[in-house]
């Protein structure tokens, strides 16, 4: 992968380690960034901010209905009650996997993902591939990802296009019975809260 | 714009390439892109919009040959020339004398603390005060109107002229195809609207599956 990636690239990495201190030094020197707010930055998207906050806020509503209830209602407030808010998260909508609907999420204008509760998106999310193709034939898409959704089930695909973040609430699998809710947040995955995972 | 990257529905972008236990940041670069981009916002008074416009305008070619924090990178660029932080070449001469290891010294001593609570509080385009009326009501039927501004917008290509249904009322938020042009926010209702995936797509999508998409009251019609 890692050639892979690099090829993805239209100059080499260094070139862009350059451009991209180059162009650091030139708005610290204005004033108009702080080099170690960048640093914290990096920091917090590296270590706290990332799908396991999501996976918490799952496991909470696979626990408590009550909460459930107030997640599918107003998904802003309800992820704020662990804790959990901000950037690219300041207006969230959970929409829940059921027998009938299997949701999957997407931005096909550019990479919107909820930074909050997933971190920051993969490659693959921000990819033409999966901008292109996962609202055009979303049931090809997802069984690429080793999922075939029954055709009993309506394959509902939120494409993200304003300032509204979205993130799936997966069905509970039957090996979460009688579990903890730490032991239910381990069960569940980064694509599963985009929907291109059964959890 | 019509632009690339309004790709929703395009053919020919082949296999999705997933990479197992990918890193948040595969160099060291990408990060510092990320933070210089959200310091930068801040310092310079711009918000998304702007900056996914500028995206927009990169060449088809440029744009699916880059990676995306190549591509804020340059938006980044631009908008420093547009806004004279820095002009062209005073960019490209500092890249040419920028060397590994010559790094911005640090100015401040935040703590990664201080850090949290300043993302966690966000920046949100919700205008819940500005009293503006919604035109349209959850369970209405809508049709997207067919319009293909030079300018930034927000409706997918692919939404344009067909009919869906208001299924959330969002509330009210700033209209990216005015604020992205130093047009003023407009606030206005924004809705997710639920398309049947055969009323965008034609016969040979699946009849049970639909499409919901956030569209701007600007952007939506009475069907």
């Known amino acids: 992968m890692a050639d892979q990636h690099h090829h993805r690239h239209g100059e080499p990495e260094s070139e862009m380690t350059l451009r991209v201190r180059a162009i650091e030094q030139l708005l610290a020197e204005k004033g108009l960034v702080d080099p170690t707010a960048i640093d914290r930055l990096v920091e917090l998207y590296e270590t706290r901010v990332g799908p396991h906050n999501g996976a918490r806020v799952v496991a909470r509503a696979w626990s408590d209905p009550a909460y459930k209830a107030r997640l599918l209602e107003n998904g802003t407030e309800a992820i704020a009650e662990l804790g959990i808010s901000g950037l690219q998260g300041e207006n969230m909508v959970v929409v829940e996997n059921t027998q009938a609907i299997h949701n999957v999420v997407v931005c096909t204008l550019c990479s919107c993902y909820p930074w909050p509760v997933l971190g920051l998106p993969p490659v693959w999310y921000k990819s033409p591939p999966y901008r292109s193709r996962v609202v055009r034939e979303p049931r090809a898409v997802l069984a690429e990802f ?18 509204i973040r979205y993130m799936v609430l997966p069905q509970r699998p039957a090996e979460g019975e009688g579990l903890d809710e730490e032991a239910l947040a381990a069960l569940v995955t980064r694509d599963g809260m985009i929907g291109t995972a059964p959890v | 714009m019509d632009g690339i990257h309004d790709m ?61 924090y190549q591509l804020w990178i340059r938006a980044l660029e631009t908008l ?45 385009t919700k205008r819940p005060d500005a009293g503006v009326p919604p035109r349209f009501s959850v369970g209405e039927r809508v049709r997207v109107r067919n319009d293909h501004p030079f300018h930034h917008t927000r409706a997918p290509r692919y939404t344009r002229g067909r009919v869906g249904e208001i299924v959330i009322d969002h509330g009210i938020f700033v209209f990216p195809d005015t604020n992205s042009e130093q047009q003023g926010e407009a606030p206005q209702h924004c809705y997710a609207v639920r398309f049947a995936a055969r009323e965008l797509w034609g016969p040979s999508a699946p009849p049970q599956d639909s499409l919901c998409v956030d569209l701007w009251d600007s952007y939506l019609e009475p069907a």
């Open chain 1, 146 to 163: 080793g999922m075939a959704v029954p055709a009993e089930q309506e394959v509902r695909v939120w494409d993200s296009s304003a300032e």
């Open chain 2, 8 to 68: 929703g529905g395009m053919h020919g972008f082949g296999a999705i390439a997933r990479e197992a236990a990918e890193p948040v940041f595969h160099a060291d670069w990408e990060g510092r892109a990320l933070g210089l981009l959200l310091q930068a916002a801040e310092g310079m008074g711009f918000v998304d919009d702007h900056l996914r416009s500028r995206i927009e305008r990169t060449p088809p070619d440029a744009y699916l040959r880059l990676s995306y």
């Open chain 2, 80 to 124: 420093m020339i547009e806004r004279g932080v820095a002009g062209a070449e005073e960019i490209a001469e500092r890249v040419a004398a920028t060397r590994e290891g010559g790094r911005a010294p640090g100015g401040s001593d935040l703590s990664l603390d201080d850090m949290a609570a300043m993302v966690a509080a966000g920046a949100s």
